[in-house]
């Protein structure tokens, strides 16, 4: 044998033992070739509606413990306070208006932004729906197409002269694109009325969210010129939308997106580092892109990541041979590490609610933190926005709690069965349940209120 027949032979023989073993004592060998790239997920999947938020068997476990009494106290007490929130009441009025306004409204046609009654009816819409869900009764199925039968008939965009719309576009396409989701499940929808609406949330909402993740409002803006919290609730409409009208393309798009995607919404770029708990009880904690910006939004991108989790999770239960689907398990549970850092910056001791005075669990010089550079030296054309970020935002809006926790902590703890890695949100959901509070205090007069859906207490909650 010559040497070039030895080397050969060598090489092949290498290569056999690392692609036949591919573990050694140092872990699992990375065979990855350079430039290789993830290929794109590109599955077609199974629509069992409803299948957003919730699915039937979430609706039906819920229901039998209300209707039996076996309910936990808090969940009996947050369905109370659905029913009597003023969204939910049967003589609501809702007011569909022909353009959703949010922003600068210079060349709208509008003196000033409307978006408050596309925020309070889609609200509305969805808390009907929940109701009819549980409860049975047609009223509330009436209510909530009722109004979105009149928005589909009336709205026809939503504009700005600046980019606030898109924000529009997100929270209250999802919030309407799931109150459709389940309602589509009621008999008495008319057809006709139904595809008008599906047509209508494809058309004005969908559209924008796509154009917003792809294009991020044009080439004067770097891919992530735009908090997480901005891709994130137009991922979820355009999550929502598509499954509402079981679409795989735009489907597919958000899976892909949220791997992998160019902006912030990205679980890649949304997270900034992961750290050991610096309060020593053995969990991970991982900062958020907004963690550095203030509290109020870097709350928001946790609910509403909870939020596209939880829609793509209750997807991925029926199409489980595409695991990218389940979000909440990306990247080694980044989802509920983001969480518990947030948790644990916005949690007091002892037995104070949220918002009590009291001492903190921990000053904000003893929270690890990788220093975050934002739109520094990026292809943004403006180059004065930018900011840098050493240190988590220790601001006014610290321990003010969004809904949202009751997702990741009964996600992680009892749907999947984890036995650690969630000790904040146990503590902040503890703390905060029934989370949506009692009578219209879920809702507040600021649209902040309404850029998750809430009552995760009622339909997440397994003591």
């Known amino acids: 044998m010559n040497k070039f027949s030895i080397i050969i032979t060598g090489v092949v023989l290498l290569f056999a033992v690392l692609t036949s073993c591919q573990e050694n004592e140092h872990g699992t060998v990375d065979l990855t070739m350079p430039g290789d ?24 476990r819920v229901k039998a413990m209300l209707d039996d009494g076996t309910a936990p106290q808090a969940v009996k007490d947050e369905f109370q306070n659905l029913k009597n929130s003023t969204f939910a009441a049967p003589g609501y009025v809702h007011t569909p208006q022909t353009k ?62 600046d980019a606030n719309h898109m924000l529009a576009a997100g929270c209250q396409g999802y919030t ?20 008008t609406v599906k047509s209508w949330l494809v058309r004005v909402f969908a559209s924008k969210n796509k154009d917003f993740l792809t294009n991020h409002q044009g080439t004067n803006n770097c891919a ?26 735009m489907v597919n798009y958000i899976v892909n997106y949220f791997h992998n995607g160019v902006g912030n919404g990205c679980i890649k770029n949304m997270i900034q580092g992961t750290f050991a708990d610096p309060l020593n009880t053995g969990v991970f904690i991982s900062q958020n892109q907004e963690s550095g910006r203030d509290q109020g939004h870097a709350s928001m991108s946790v609910a509403v990541a909870a939020n596209l989790c939880q829609m793509a999770y209750t997807l991925y239960q029926n199409n489980q041979s595409v695991s990218k689907l389940d979000f909440f398990a990306a990247n080694d549970n980044a989802i509920m590490k983001m ?46 926005h930018g ?39 146990k503590q902040i959901s503890d703390k905060i349940r029934p989370e949506g509070g009692s009578g219209d205090n879920r809702y507040g007069p600021n649209s902040g209120a309404f850029d998750q859906l809430g009552w995760g207490t009622l339909m997440m909650y397994r003591p």
């Not at 409803?50 to 039937?56: E, G, I």
């Not at 929502?240 to 393309?249: C, K, P, S, V």
């Not at 910056?345 to 903190?360: E, I, K, V």
């Not at 669990?361 to 550079?373: C, G, S, W």
């Open 176 to 195: 309407f694109a799931n109150a459709a989701e389940i309602m589509q499940t009621y008999d008495g929808w008319n057809a006709n009325d139904l595809a």
């Open 37 to 60: 790239v993830e290929k794109p997920v590109e599955a077609q999947y199974t629509y069992n509606h409803p299948s957003a938020m919730f699915n039937q068997a979430d609706f039906d």
């Open 387 to 425: 900011a840098t970020h050493t240190s988590v935002a220790d601001d006014a809006g610290r321990g003010s709690v969004r809904p949202g926790w009751e997702i990741l902590y009964n996600h992680y703890a009892k749907v999947k069965g984890l036995s650690s890695g969630f000790h904040y949100s």
């Open 100 to 161: 959703i306004v949010r922003g600068d409204a210079t060349g709208t046609g509008f003196p000033g932004e409307n978006y408050g009654y596309a925020m309070r009816d889609a609200a509305a819409a969805y808390q009907k729906a929940l109701l009819w869900k549980l409860s049975g009764d047609a009223q509330y199925a009436e209510g909530s197409i009722k109004i979105m039968n009149d928005w589909a008939a009336t709205c026809t965009e939503i504009a700005s002269n």
């Open 339 to 384: 969480g518990e850092y947030t948790a644990l910056f916005n949690l007091r001791n002892g037995n104070d609610n949220a918002n009590a005075t009291g001492s903190w669990l921990i000053t904000a010089t003893k929270m690890p933190f990788n220093e975050y550079k934002y739109c520094i030296g990026c292809s943004c054309r403006d180059q004065n």
């Open 224 to 249: 992530l010129h735009y908090w997480s919290n901005w891709d994130l609730v137009n991922m979820c409409s355009y999550l929502a939308i598509g499954i509402l009208t079981e679409n795989d393309d």
